[in-house]
């Protein structure tokens, strides 16, 4: 992420006239552009999409739109050098290897084997037909994240001394996990291919606001107290090979 500070000075609000062209070239991409306007920046920021599939520019109020695209354009080394980290935007196809629970396996097609998903040793064995190969897995890998995750949030639960909450799968581009007023806890159910040390510091994560809900001393404390790993660790991780998770499965 890149941040641009400036100094507050009033503009006239862009009109549809001004309005951001649909594209911005990336290496050899057109990327769309995504502008976000927030009453309380006071910087713009620069990001491409954990999938690589668009670039996004968060601004101030007083900031044109054409400011904000040559912000993008002069920095389109880094956003090159971003693209070259994301994973490759091919659809999954049979021989493909992705990651289970932190460990690389292969996508193995038989259309003689059962068309659910079973995991065998270092392979992932699907049948039926080729065509929605990548839609069977994605719905094994959420359905194997509800029922790791729940297993995840009763545990921490039980540490925390706090009632068991509503769990949801989340498929946000921007989070990994949140903690509702509520109380409802959603998870990325990607984490289901990250290692199980870094999605079980999400959940601990999300229940120890369940306790505090803020990012206070004391929250963090919470956390130590119940997660058994390195939350700087998971972090680490996240940050370096959490885009990767985001890879096409159709």
Known sequence: MIEWLRRVRPQPQPTAATAAPAQLR???RLLPVELRRLSHARRMTLRLAPDGHAVRISLPPWVPVHEALAFARARSEWLDAQAARLPGSQPLAPGSVITYRGAPVTVAWN???ARRPQQVDSRIVIGGPEQGLGTRLARWLEAEAR???TLDLSEYCIRAGRPVP???LSRARRRWGSCAANGTIRINWRLIMAPDAVRRSVVAHEVAHLVHFDHSPAFHASLA????GSVDEANLWLKRHGPALYQPFG
Not at 225 to 228: G, K, L, V
């Open 111 to 113: 259309p003689q084997a």
């Open 225 to 228: 107290a119940i997660f058994e």
């Open 166 to 168: 509503g769990l949801a």
């Open 147 to 149: 029922r790791t995750l």
């Open 26 to 28: 990336v290496g050899d």
